[in-house]
T-cell receptor, first 110, second 116 residues
Framework: EDQVTQSPEALRLQEGESSSLNCSYT??????LFWYRQDPGKGPEFLFTLYSAGEEKEKERLKATLTKKESFLHITAPKPEDSATYLCAVRPFGNEKLTFGTGTRLTIIP | DTEVTQTPKHLVMGMTNKKSLKCEQHMGHRAMYWYKQKAKKPPELMFVYSYEKLSINESVPSRFSPECPNSSLLNLHLHALQPEDSALYLCASSHTPGQGAKNIQYFGAGTRLSVL
């Protein structure tokens, strides 16, 4: 069974304090790993998809990386507007189903 | 444009009511999804439609009835719900089923459902 574990569960950072969020996964055959951002009461907003180990993607203050067992979402010099829940999800080969982790609630303090 | 539109934004219903949730996309996507999300939990897949046909039903109770009238529209019909069905219901769409990892799911803002 596919499993996704995210850590930490919650993270509070001062504005400008860089850090990383972790997503560990087990999947029968990884077709893609996805990062989403979700604000309270809203739907998940797509950030990145990673396909193979060694791949990296960047968008503004966010950078996602992928190994064979985990993915990291690095946030550099965060701002209060980066506060949200960050969700990681995997999709195996031959399946349209996404398996989500429980997310990391990130709070950036001004 | 990656917009998925869900209506209504909020819905309150009694256990004997019948109501429907609506989802619309005009991106030419041929896969559409319903998810249920409880507070502080990840989205849970309920149904998948591929090319307007139901392809995945995650053992959802029959009081939830999905419908895909055309490639742009997805409905979720609700009947005789229980208070524990209160949740955020999310719709998503993706380009083409089976097109691998590039088949990114884009989500709507959701319908907040309260069952009294």
């Amino acid at each position: 069974e596919d499993q996704v574990t995210q850590s930490p569960e919650a993270l509070r950072l001062q504005e400008g304090e860089s850090s990383s969020l972790n997503c560990s996964y087990t999947v029968s055959g990884l077709r893609g790993l996805f990062w989403y951002r979700q604000d309270p009461g809203k739907g998940p907003e797509f950030l990145f998809t990673l396909y193979s180990a060694g791949e990296e993607k960047e968008k503004e203050r966010l950078k996602a990386t992928l190994t064979k067992k985990e993915s990291f979402l690095h946030i550099t010099a965060p701002k209060p507007e980066d506060s949200a829940t960050y969700l990681c999800a995997v999709r195996p080969f031959g399946n349209e189903k996404l398996t989500f982790g429980t997310g990391t609630r990130l709070t950036i303090i001004p | 444009d990656t917009e998925v539109t869900q209506t209504p934004k909020h819905l309150v219903m009694g256990m004997t009511n019948k109501k429907s949730l609506k989802c619309e996309q005009h991106m030419g996507h041929r896969a559409m999804y319903w998810y249920k999300q409880k507070a502080k939990k990840p989205p849970e897949l309920m149904f998948v439609y591929s090319y307007e046909k139901l392809s995945i039903n995650e053992s959802v109770p029959s009081r939830f009835s999905p419908e895909c009238p055309n490639s742009s529209l997805l409905n979720l019909h609700l009947h005789a719900l229980q208070p524990e069905d209160s949740a955020l219901y999310l719709c998503a769409s993706s380009h083409t089923p089976g097109q691998g990892a590039k088949n990114i799911q884009y989500f709507g803002a959701g319908t907040r459902l309260s069952v009294l």
